[in-house]
């Protein structure tokens, strides 16, 4: 047992490294190295580069770009080269600051490649030079064999010797295996045996399986296949590997890596206790590892023979040190690290290695003198020193200061990229004006999403509109049952769990109707339908899917409109916000246990109808504990009564369980009150409500894109804020919430004011407004003005984003895009972020942020204790954090840390998508929605927390929460303080906040 939990503990510490990925419906951004944030950036980054093998900065020709376009200053890029240049101790007499310059923006495709000494072929190199770049095989051995475990598993050291491809086909087998087990549906037939879990159901398969059995030595299998848990199966490979047990933690987490996108999935649905597919199919990251080993230990044992050693790691480490000239001849070979026309002889020196190693490792050192001395004079000829002139040492010092370069280049680039962002917002925010105050039409309250700023701005140029910014779930956590869905969504960040429900339900003429025992009746009865629907539904679909396609393909935009005006709406809708009574729960329970048991005995007697009497009857012994009452009637009664219990499992528990998820549905009015005071505290609008509040959510629509849901709100589970708004305005428009409101937290909406919910589509920039039966006659003039301008400010916006699209300002083309199944490119979405700006609209409002910048409304002046700024660190800060990673790390890396290409993506078992037709699952944002052209649209730069607040009152909040001091100590995020009543912009350098710069008055809570 002590074996068992700490191999699990192993596992389990080793997984630690791979991020979670969710299900691709509820798509949720994510920093691929969330799990690392722990250590500074720049450590973190060569981590995932040696656990992940991502490349975590652009190419240098990207960069160079960005300065001949005008985003990266040169100042900045110059203040870079002299830190590195600092750091290397160096003293000499050669302007390395100007040579290093030159090579990163006017020859940046200028690298020391290992044929550059091809183009002149006559250079004769320095002997000591040579003498210094030689490599000795018993070095690059021992390398090799403590590489293992560390940045190799044993069969990648096996390929790398004899080219044998066993890590391909170990990840074919696992990803076979995993999306069948991991299946949601799609496929036809079903993996047999998964209520067993992942381990102990394949082991089943295994034993039959054709294909493991020819691409394995199934013999070994199916001696490890005779143990009875995963854990002793992972420690017998390790063992008969013979890898060393210091080694294991790290060795485990090498497996796990090479398939992060599953992995992922699985430690993510291992944690989601209440996840359907978990609750019914079992698994976890241990039962994975210990798949994954087994398959690998088969796919290994058959080089046995093919080999000059023995398949586990002390035969191995045995033979390297033994024969280190064959096999640095071997790793030169089939590795790719050799080079050049002497790579070719490599087989034939094979029978004498011992001779043809001297020579190869000569002629070696020679290539490389001679391409260090081509690259020197190109670097240095700008800068006036040839290397002729160079000793044989200042030739090395270069050579290293040149490397070391080259390890730290990415980051150069990257500070000097962030440093030119945050001067040209710290500016704009220090020259802003704030705009002239007049009447009001109404207030506008958006989500922080870089998306709504362009709308903001567009809405606030057209008319007397103010405009707010927070977390599209309006501050309003809740597990959300959709009226057509029917089962729970989560409407909130993935911080947080929700406890209160809300459902939503049609509203019928007859408002008795209307009512939840009613509502939950018509439910169960439907259930009876559930053997005819499908059948019916593949009938109908038939001729409409045919028309859908020749749409789609060929008029999208019209037949968009056409399809929205036949398929009509679900209807009128209401939801349910207020706390149920205890007297409703009873009610409620009443009616589905009356429904519930009614269905089962028309089922189990064969009768369309069962009288009333005897129902309740029934229902009375399934809730006596004491056994069952005379008035049951006949034996064959008594029978279907005690079936009820053991099969159906209808009793007192299930009654008690339906009346505690009864308990859970609403919130009552201290929780709404507190729920909408520390929202509209927390944005500071408290008081000059306008006529109107609009709360506006925002969602993506886009038809053949599996990416819709990361298109849609984040701060909602990946799934629409309408709901989130219609929950929050119910609230708010609720004359007892207002009361409490007035009462205890000093926030008196006046009576005239009513909150109206809609929702912004990002795709087409329409907005829609919803429950429009609230708007008194009276002032609906007034209302029509507000749709108009709304409707304008979102034909200037989408012109806006269609012109970054394809270079035309045609609106209309944005529903195209939208409709078009064929668009793999929608909308840009978040791409572009940068930072993420709390404080009063006025600092931005001036200010055109091209859709690139969170804006979160904040006045530290309604929050004394720092408890509301606490509330935006934590959360949407965070979130925005994710986002920022995601598509930063997505654009450096599209193929490791992003998707790819939408071209090639199909999706699988219903929860994600794979390249081809057999991938591990793609984790990150596709090539679509960072890249143009293979260019990147996406700049990569961490995120710039602007924060208008007292540098006094704001420096203690931000120490309060741990997960941002974390990142900022670490460099995960840069952070901007503007001080309102000084005037002053500080930042945190190194540690310390610094003076950054001053500001004009006019952005002064006094000049304001």
Not at 49 to 63: A, M, Q, S, T, V
Not at 484 to 496: A, N, S
Not at 988 to 995: D, P
Request: glycine content about 8%; aromatic content about 10%; proline content about 5%.
């Amino acid at each position: 047992m002590g074996k068992k939990l700490w191999m699990r503990s192993l596992v389990n510490v080793a997984a630690e490294v791979v991020p979670y990925f969710w299900p691709m419906r509820t798509f949720i951004h994510h920093n691929p190295l969330h799990e690392i944030e722990s250590k500074p950036f720049e450590e973190a980054v060569e981590e995932g580069r040696r656990i992940f093998g991502g490349k975590h900065f652009l190419k240098r020709e990207d960069y160079a770009r960005l300065v001949r376009e005008g985003l990266i200053k040169e100042r900045y890029l110059r203040e870079g080269i002299r830190r590195f240049l600092e750091g290397t101790g160096y003293a000499g007499d050669i302007d390395l600051e100007g040579a290093l310059f030159k090579i990163m923006v006017e020859f940046p495709k200028l690298r020391p490649y290992k044929n550059l000494y091809l183009t002149e072929p006559n250079i004769d190199p320095p002997r000591g030079l040579v003498d210094s770049l030689r490599e000795y095989p018993e070095e690059v051995c021992r390398d090799l064999i403590r590489s293992v475990g560390r940045e190799r598993t044993l069969y990648d050291l096996i390929d790398g010797l004899s080219g044998s491809r066993i890590g391909v086909r170990v990840d074919d087998l696992v990803i076979k295996s995993a999306l069948e087990f991991l299946d949601e549906g799609q496929s036809a037939v079903g993996m047999p045996g998964r209520e067993k879990g992942f381990f102990r159901s394949w082991l089943e398969i295994a034993k039959r399986d054709l294909r493991t059995k020819l691409r394995t030595s199934y013999c070994v299998i199916e001696e490890i296949c005779k143990v009875e848990d995963p854990e002793e199966a992972i420690y017998r490979v390790l063992e008969d590997l013979r890898i060393p047990e210091d080694l294991w933690e790290g060795y485990i987490t090498l497996e796990l890596a090479k398939l992060k996108g599953i992995v992922g999935f699985i430690r993510w649905r291992s944690h989601t206790r209440e996840y359907y597919w978990q609750r019914v199919y079992p698994t976890d990251v241990v039962e994975y590892t210990a798949v994954r080993l087994i398959l690998a230990r088969g796919v290994i044992d058959t080089v046995k023979g093919k080999v000059p050693f023995s398949p586990d790691y002390g035969s191995i480490s045995d033979f390297i040190q033994r024969y280190p000239e064959r096999a640095y001849l071997m790793w030169e070979y089939f590795s790719g690290e050799g080079f050049g026309e002497k790579v070719s002889e490599i087989p034939s020196g094979l029978k004498r290695p011992e001779v043809f190693v001297e020579e190869y490792v000569s002629w070696k050192a020679e290539a490389e003198a001679k391409n260090w001395i081509v690259f020197l004079s190109k670097w240095m000829d700008p800068v006036g020193i040839r290397p002729e002139d160079l000793s044989v040492e200042e030739i090395l010092r270069l050579i290293d200061i040149y490397r070391e370069f080259e390890r730290r280049e990415g980051i150069i680039w990257t500070e000097a990229v962030e440093e030119s962002l945050t001067e040209d917002l710290v500016v704009g925010i220090s020259r802003s004006r704030p705009p002239s105050r007049e009447e009001i039409l109404a207030d506008a309250v958006f989500c922080i999403d870089v998306r709504s700023e362009r709308i903001r701005r567009n809405l606030e140029k057209i008319g007397p509109y103010r405009t707010f910014g927070m977390a599209g779930f309006f501050g309003v956590p809740m597990a959300f049952v959709e009226v057509r869905k029917g089962h729970e969504e989560f409407l909130c960040p993935v911080l947080i769990k929700p406890r209160n429900v809300v459902l939503e339900i049609p509203v019928e003429r007859d408002e008795v109707k209307t009512k939840l025992p009613h509502v939950a009746s018509k439910i169960i009865h439907d259930l009876k339908e559930n053997l005819v629907t499908p059948y019916i539904t593949v009938e109908a679909i038939g001729f409409l899917f045919g028309f859908d396609f020749l749409g789609k393909t060929f008029m999208p935009g019209l037949y968009s409109t056409l399809r929205d005006r036949i398929a009509g709406s679900k209807g009128r809708t209401k939801i349910v916000v207020d706390r149920l009574t205890e007297e409703e729960i009873e009610r409620t329970v009443d009616v589905v246990l009356t429904t519930t048991v009614r269905r089962i005995l028309e089922k189990e007697m064969g009768r369309d109808h069962v009288p009333d009497e005897v129902v309740r009857s029934v229902i009375r012994s399934l809730l006596d504990d004491k056994g069952i009452p005379v008035e049951t009637g006949t034996e064959d009664l008594k029978g279907l009564v005690r079936k009820l219990k053991e099969e159906y499992k209808i009793d007192n528990g299930y009654a008690a369980l339906i009346r505690e998820k009864l308990r859970h549905i609403g919130f009552s009015l201290e929780e709404q009150a507190t729920l909408v005071a520390n929202a509209l505290r927390s944005i500071g609008l408290t008081k000059d409500f306008a006529q109107f509040v609009l709360i506006i959510g925002h969602e993506s629509k886009s038809d053949n894109n599996p990416y819709e849901s990361a298109l849609d709100c984040g701060a909602c589970g990946g799934s629409s804020g309408l709901h989130n708004a219609r929950v929050f305005c119910e609230m708010a428009n609720n004359p007892a919430v207002r009361e409490i409101l007035r009462e205890k937290y000093r926030i008196d909406i006046p009576q005239s004011t009513i909150f109206l919910p809609g929702v912004h589509n990002t795709t087409t920039d329409e907005i829609r407004i919803y429950d429009l039966e609230k708007v008194p006659g009276k002032v609906y003039p007034l209302l029509e003005r507000i749709k108009e301008d709304l409707s304008r400010a979102g034909r200037i916006t989408a012109g806006e984003r269609v012109r970054e699209l394809n270079g035309e300002n045609r609106p209309e083309d944005a529903v195209v895009y939208a409709h078009d199944w064929s668009q793999v490119r929608p909308e840009w979405g978040l791409s572009g972020n940068y930072a993420f700006v709390i404080g009063r609209r006025d600092l931005t409002s001036g200010l055109n942020l091209n859709g690139k910048v969170f804006l979160h409304s904040y006045d530290y002046r309604e929050d004394p204790k720092g408890f509301l700024l606490e509330t935006i660190l934590s959360g949407p800060l965070i979130v925005a954090e994710w986002i920022n990673m995601e598509h930063f790390f997505s654009t450096t890396d599209n193929e490791v840390y992003g998707s790819g290409s939408k071209i090639y993506h199909n999706v699988v078992g219903r929860f994600g998508v794979v390249s081809g037709n057999f991938s591990d699952l793609r984790t990150g944002l596709p090539a679509q929605t960072v890249l143009s052209k293979d260019r990147p649209y996406h700049i990569p730069a961490r995120l710039i927390v602007v924060l208008e607040a007292p540098l006094q009152f704001a420096v203690p909040v931000i120490e309060r929460v741990y997960k941002v001091r974390e990142l900022l100590n670490n460099g995960w995020v840069r952070m901007v303080i503007l001080d309102p009543e000084e005037g002053t912009f500080y930042r945190f350098r190194e540690g310390s906040w610094e003076r950054y710069v001053e500001t004009s008055e006019e952005v002064r809570y006094g000049q304001a």
